[in-house]
């Protein structure tokens, strides 16, 4: 595989000191991830220092660097950050400031020098001649030549477009680039619980404010307002969303919100990640901001279909908020309030104008079309990659990940808790394992043998949980078993995604393609989603885990199931590296125990058990594996000489390819290593002769259903634990029936 091309791109300020262009790059650099997957994205933050217990919060951004763990002087900061350039510039193919971080220029010229490609963002009150303007009189003329050598200048309003033109002498290399919006679809009745959870009525107008608390967003305006709303109408509310910037700005607030009486209408949301359900709450969006270079919470409010009303910020905000078309534009307090009391009275107007204001902002303001024009600035428009025409954009988020992690905190049991044993089995179709994969390959007739294994359940209380893949659910010869065991409370349903053979077919149909993480992220979702719906028509409840087929997840897999609604994942088998899979080494170090793979602890990874046992795994396992079971090495049949001495050996949780005793061995070290969680897996054709490797005789079939009889007999009375149910982990309570691994469909 070629390597990836990187961009460097540069801030000041980030978390936890969050800025607006800090937004923008983690919805920007989710899209153009998805457009172009083979380039990557990493952020060097200057100025704010790094935090203590930094949180992951953006999956596409693979590496965040803060220059110092302490503030630093001009000069210092200087020296710094050109020495980590000169360590570190030769990883990176462009190079973009989105703050003008280095007013010695030095840096700018490491890059040039190195032959990068050089951008400069102009976000705010930061075009060219503003940025001259800061230098001494005596300096301006060097500075305005020094910003030459920056290959493009982005200006992301009309504004500062405008005025980034009037200092260069190259306008070609000026771009107005807004910024892009996206706008993920609401969740169903997520209004009325948000509002509910906030002691807000159905019917109660709603207005929102959108941004950090500080004196330039003069949020306080919209406060002093209030009692004269509430005058017309008694039970409106405001809801201020964003993190307090300015601590004596915000004590101002919470005082004069107590001065008016209005503490029952007005709610400190503080900074959310997710602002889009506090949207879909609203009924209004009121902006007050006083200097903005776009405004970006005012498309995006528009997006979600709310009318707003918004300062007026010439050459910045008046392109998009049309007076008497999608919203109206204020210059004072009482202009703001003749703009708000005639939209919460007229609901047909408020839906007029949220109508036109969406339309405006998907035909202007595409984020797909935004990080694609992106990407061309950069010179990296080639490995940009475009759906098929009419693909939605996905408005995923970025803010979760399987494998890196950066996103984890452990989950599950303590270690004095007993042991429990989850068993999932790859419900599939039957396909030969040593032919390249086709479409047409959808035999499930093995479906019909399941009950051969629901014996050996019987005897042991086992309830497992079937991983099931479109081919299985859109036949009946599938289905139909499946629902059976389901409605007599044998067993839970949940969704696998085998790529090749679920709709809809874009792909080539190849080993790479076999991995759905390897897929463009269009196309991982829209397979997500047919499998998702499918199993929810024949099931009746929506499914709620998951697995990608060939332990094959992506980067946004994660993103993907949480919009789909999942809450448990298990794609991951440690040290078990897929072959054609881009990111084998993540598989090495990932955890053995369930962690939650997002900040919100809203999904968790719950691991295939597989580890490395031998008196060589807890000290030098880590970095002789990888090596040891590299295929080169395997065919010098090295990992054999070293599982046979007792040094190094790698076990998964399966009767198949691994004996009773590998079984038990892998249970015990697990144990004996504090993991009280056990994952169990097979794949469902093993139970009809010739379909699987594992399973070529009826003699083989029994040896695989005595090795199951005989692994639940030692775990609970060697290893005193007992059967259960992923739900059990997941939740931390028992499941009363197996439909509780599925929601219910309305």
């Given amino acids: 595989m070629t390597a990836p091309r990187r961009v460097l791109h540069v801030l000041k300020f980030y978390r936890p000191d969050f800025t607006g262009e800090g937004v923008f790059l983690e919805r920007s650099s989710a899209v153009m991830q998805e457009l172009a997957g083979g380039v990557e994205h990493e952020l060097l933050v200057t100025h704010t220092p790094r935090p203590r217990s930094a949180e992951a919060c953006c999956s596409t951004l693979r590496r965040v660097v803060y220059l110092s763990p302490r503030a630093l002087s001009a000069m210092r900061r200087e020296w710094r950050l050109c020495w980590w350039f000169a360590r570190h510039l030769h990883r990176y193919d462009v190079v973009h400031f989105r703050t003008h971080a280095d007013w010695y220029f030095l840096t700018y010229l490491m890059a040039r020098l190195a032959g990068r490609r050089l951008i400069l963002s102009a976000t705010l009150d930061d075009s060219l001649p503003v940025l001259v303007g800061h230098y001494r009189p005596a300096l301006r003329g060097l500075a305005a030549r020094l910003f030459g050598l920056f290959n493009a200048y982005i200006g992301i309003s009309p504004r500062l477009h405008a005025e980034n033109l009037s200092l260069t002498a190259r306008p070609a290399d000026c771009h107005l680039l807004a910024c892009g919006v996206t706008v993920p679809p609401d969740a169903p009745g997520g209004r009325a619980a948000l509002r509910a959870r906030l002691g807000i009525g159905a019917t109660d107008p709603v207005l929102l404010f959108v941004g950090g608390l500080c004196a330039r967003k003069d949020p306080r305006l919209l406060i002093d307002a209030l009692p004269a709303i509430a005058a017309r109408h008694p039970r409106v509310h405001l809801l201020l969303v964003g993190p307090p910037l300015e601590a004596a700005y915000v004590a101002a607030l919470h005082a004069a919100v107590a001065r008016t009486g209005m503490t029952h209408a007005v709610h400190f949301a503080g900074e959310q990640l997710d602002p889009h359900p506090w949207f879909a709450a609203a009924d209004i969006l ?85 990080a694609a024009r992106t990407l061309s600035i950069y010179g990296l428009g080639s490995a940009a990659h475009a759906p098929p025409a009419g693909t939605p954009e996905t408005a995923l988020g970025c803010t979760a990940s399987i494998l890196d992690p950066r996103f984890h905190t452990p989950a599950g049991p303590p270690a004095q808790a007993p042991p429990i044993l989850v068993t999932m089995v790859d419900a599939e179709e039957a396909f030969d394992w040593s032919r390249p994969f086709c479409r047409h390959n959808c035999d499930v007739t093995s479906m019909r043998s399941q009950h051969l294994a629901h014996r050996v359940f019987e005897r042991h209380g086992v309830v497992p949980v079937y991983l099931t893949d479109y081919p299985v659910v859109a036949q009946d010869a599938g289905r139909a078993p499946l629902r059976e065991l389901h409605q007599g409370g044998l067993c839970d349903v949940g969704a696998q995604l085998h790529p090749w053979v679920t709709p809809p077919f874009t792909e080539v149909v190849g080993d790479d393609t076999s991995y759905a993480g390897n897929l463009p992220v269009t196309t991982e979702l829209a397979k997500a989603q047919r499998l998702t719906e499918a199993l929810a028509e024949a099931f009746g409840r929506h499914p709620l885990i998951y697995r990608t087929g060939r332990f094959g997840v992506g980067l946004r897999s994660a993103d993907i199931l949480k919009r789909l609604g999942y809450v448990a994942d298990s794609s991951v088998a440690a040290c078990w590296p897929p072959g054609a899979q881009r990111q084998p080494e993540e598989f090495w170090r990932g955890s053995l125990a369930p962690y939650w793979v997002d900040r919100e602890r809203s999904l968790m990874e719950i691991p295939v058990s597989a580890a490395l046992v031998g008196r060589l795994a807890r000290r030098h396992g880590g970095w002789l594996a990888p090596a040891l079971f590299h295929p080169s090495s395997q065919r010098l049949r090295l990992s054999g000489v070293a599982s046979r001495l007792g040094l190094l050996e790698r076990i998964r949780l399966t009767p198949e390819g691994m004996t009773i005793d590998e079984a038990k061995r892998l249970t015990r070290a697990m144990f004996a290593a504090g993991h009280r969680v056990f994952v169990l897996t097979y794949h469902s054709p093993s139970l009809e002769p010739g379909n699987t490797p594992y399973v070529r005789d009826l003699a083989q079939r029994e040896a695989l259903l005595r090795w199951l009889d005989e692994f639940y007999a030692f775990f609970s009375e060697e290893m005193g634990g007992r059967s259960g149910t992923w739900r059990e982990v997941r939740f931390g309570v028992a499941a009363d029936t197996p439909a509780c691994s599925m929601e219910a469909v309305s």
């Avoid at 307090?333 to 839906?351: E, N, T, W």
């Fill in 286 to 370: 009121v902006f007050a901001s006083r200097l903005e270079g776009f405004g970006t919470v005012v498309p995006e409010a528009m997006g979600h279909h709310l009318p707003v009303v918004a300062r007026r910020l010439p050459g910045v905000n008046d392109g998009f908020v049309l007076p008497g078309e999608t919203g109206f534009l204020f210059d004072d307090a009482a202009q703001y309030l003749a703009a708000v009391l005639p939209l919460l009275a007229d609901a047909a107007l408020r839906q007029r104008l949220g109508a036109a204001g969406a339309a405006l902002v998907a035909r202007e303001f595409s984020m797909r079309s935004v």
